[in-house]
């Protein structure tokens, strides 16, 4: 178990060192998305949507926007970028002839996207209790919602990777299963009040959960309902949807 | 000791039987070749040894180990060249070989030291800050033995060593292969290369269709098989069926003429001189002449 662990953690690390290399270019998307979707609409439609649940507009879109900071880099970095190290630059087999095994490929994954979702989510919202858009005591809580956040939509990104054959087939995986989850969040508008079959949608979304979660901390708000219904929810889809991705990389791994 | 030892191994994809029945022993200390035409489950077998293919049937043991229960305890011990070199692409050579030493268990103040000693031995350590993709073939392969020596490994695996390689890659490599030998590292390796496996290999086993078909040392395995001399005759030199027939020896044609296998040397002479003709070759069989013999010439729809 702890052999597990510390081999993880060095698969972890390799993805560090990499994405280190090429720093700026890896982080600016996900710093520059959340910025540019808060001036267009927190600042341009806020002008026509005045008040949301009491809010601002603005106000009321910081902490999704947050939170999507960790949901986006863990989509990609499970999805494309697991399928083409995997695939097109051999990084997996080559770990395989070490101590390093399928468990450990997929753990370190995980590791990684959870660091990254924690320190994306927590650098979006520091930019924005610095303008005042979130309530600054809420951000203790936000490494570990984006860390959370990011283990289960990394999970679906995994779940995707293990499925498909080809690269083309992220195609139809973003339309009509990232999609649907990117925007039946809760991140633009509050799911209760739209029509029954969407709010089922969002409640069987991780990333919704972890948005509610999100939204609790930063509004200061909530905190009840989030502790006793989000958080739950979201560890349960962390374990399922872990554990379905596990298997599904074990078995492109080892044949 | 047996350092690998297979017994009836079988693996089946799905609906594709590769590898159907295949026993051999690796003992400590020496160097045992797998051969085989491609497709014959060299590279499943390789897998297998690993724990990255699970078998579907038999017995396999590696350091005593069942690699399908324990891969990292197998791994542990175990240097791997893979024919696809499965290099890092997206590091350069010395951070790449620094991130395969942390995994492979090399303590931190050691890393540093023991790429570079390697980067050495490979006669790589000018091409040290280097992408991965500006590097040429000869060089990615000996990279990746860097990486499989990363760990001091007891038990070397070579998967088709020198496939692709120029003369003088594969004579640097080969001498890397035997001084390693000579340190005590036993050697498993897949080659294609007949003279790679007469001159490297202690013992060797020939796999075809997924079986094995012959097993020994080379020396063995030709006067087993096909021992003796070959006259080789080309064109118009080639003499009657008759005087073929005649001669009491084995007769077979292709692409590149006529071939009469003899007991000798002399038998041969004699032969060459009655029929006086300049333009025949004769040679001694050799490890090519069992490997076509078993494996038979023509093609398989697998290959």
Known sequence: MRETLRLSWRVALRHWDVYRLNFWTNISPMVSDPAFLLICLGIGLGAYVTDVG?????????PGLAIMAAFWASVFETSYGFFVRNTFENVYDAMMTTPVGADEIVYGEFIWVALQGA???????????????????????????????ALATGAIGMICSGLIRSITQFHPFFAVVVNPLFFFSAVFFPMDSVHWTLQAVAWINPFYHG???????????????????????LLV???LLGWLARHLIRKKLIL | MSIVCASQVRKVFKDTEAVASVDFEVREGECFGLLGPNGAGKSTLIRMIYGAVLRTGGDL?????????DSRGVKRRLGIVLQENALDEEMGVRANMLMFARCVGVPRAERGERVDELLDLMALSHRANAQIRELSGGMKRRLAFVRALLGRPDLLILDEPTTGLDPAVRLLLWEKVVQLKKEGITVLLTTHYMDEAERLCDRLMIIDQGRSQAEGSPRKLIRNHRPGVVVTFAGQSTPSEEDLLATG?????????THLRLPSFQDAEQIVERIG??????RPTNLEDVFLEITGKELTADA
């Open chain 1, 237 to 239: 889809s962390i374990f």
């Open chain 2, 61 to 69: 043991r590696v350091f005593g180990i069942d690699p399908g229960e």
């Open chain 1, 119 to 149: 320190g994306l989510a927590t650098g979006v919202a520091v930019v924005m209790a610095l303008f005042g858009v979130v309530d600054p005591t809420g951000l203790i809580a936000i490494p570990f919602v984006g860390a959370a956040t």
């Open chain 2, 277 to 282: 003709s300049e333009h025949v070759i004769v």
């Open chain 1, 211 to 233: 948005v509610r979660l999100g939204q609790a901390a930063l509004w200061g708000e909530g905190l009840g309902l989030a502790f006793l219904v989000h958080l739950p929810a």
């Open chain 2, 249 to 257: 020896g084995q007769v077979s044609r292709d692409m590149l003429g």
């Open chain 1, 54 to 62: 009491g809010m601002s507009y603005l106000e009321y879109l910081g």
